[in-house]
């Protein structure tokens, strides 16, 4: 798998959009793009995944650059809750295991 | 979502003791689980994969015979730790995967604090 860079660490103030970057830039043509985040003390919970389409769910966006080497999660409105680990992992297709890195460590602020 | 369950969420036990988690899929049949564990501030570090009736896939450095994991149903897998010592006090994690080929997401369960004494 692909390696991965994030910042350690950002700040947010509540209400505010989140803009948790992410640096793929080894990223092979069959591998996607997934963020996990995890609050403490509890397991990672998927947030949402995309290969090179921009992706939005309830939860979040992802911009992936055209050249695919580096994407960005979108929290529009980050609340308290969303204070956590946030972690951009890349995974081949049909390769089931992820391999996490250090992740962006994200505290939303009152 | 889907729903993975750990059990117990936290065990304290003596040194020298085993401990076994129990990992299940609640609403759908995990053909692979993965069990992670994750010291305090780090990240999650893959211990092994294991799949529904054939011997789980360990990764380097981790001590199979130390790590005993089985996945005897599609909708659980066990990680026993044993003869544990203070060393292997740590956050335990599983996922579990429904087996698709395509680009599914793994869902993971709530955690397991071990405490050995």
């Known amino acids: 798998d692909a390696k991965t860079t994030q910042p350690p660490s950002m700040d947010c103030a509540e209400g505010r959009a989140a803009n948790l970057p992410c640096n793929h830039s080894t990223i092979s043509g069959n591998e996607y793009v997934y963020w996990y985040r995890q609050i403490h003390s509890q397991g990672p919970q998927y947030i949402i995944h995309g290969l090179k389409n921009n992706e939005t769910n309830e939860m979040a966006s992802l911009i992936i650059t055209e050249d695919r080497k580096s994407s960005t999660l979108i929290l529009p409105h980050a609340t308290l809750r969303d204070t956590a680990v946030y972690y951009c992992i890349v995974r081949v297709v049909g390769f089931q295991k992820l391999v996490f890195g250090t992740g962006t460590r994200l505290l939303v602020s009152p | 979502g889907a729903v993975v369950s750990q059990h117990p969420s936290r065990v304290i036990c003596k040194s020298g003791t085993s401990v076994k988690i129990e990992c299940r899929s609640l609403d759908f049949q995990a053909t692979t689980m993965f069990w992670y564990r994750q010291f305090p501030k780090k990240s999650l570090m893959l211990m092994a994969t294991?799949?529904?009736?054939?011997?789980?896939?360990?990764e380097q450095g981790v001590e199979k015979d130390k790590f005993l994991i089985n996945h005897a149903s599609l909708t659980l897998s066990t990680l026993t730790v044993t003869s544990a010592h203070p060393e292997d006090s740590s956050f335990y994690i599983c996922?579990?995967?429904?087996?698709?080929?395509?680009?599914?997401?793994?869902?993971f369960g709530e955690g397991s604090r071990l405490t050995v004494l």
């Open positions: 294991s799949n529904e009736g054939s011997k789980a896939t360990y």
């Open positions: 996922s579990a995967s429904q087996g698709l080929e395509n680009t599914g997401e793994l869902f």
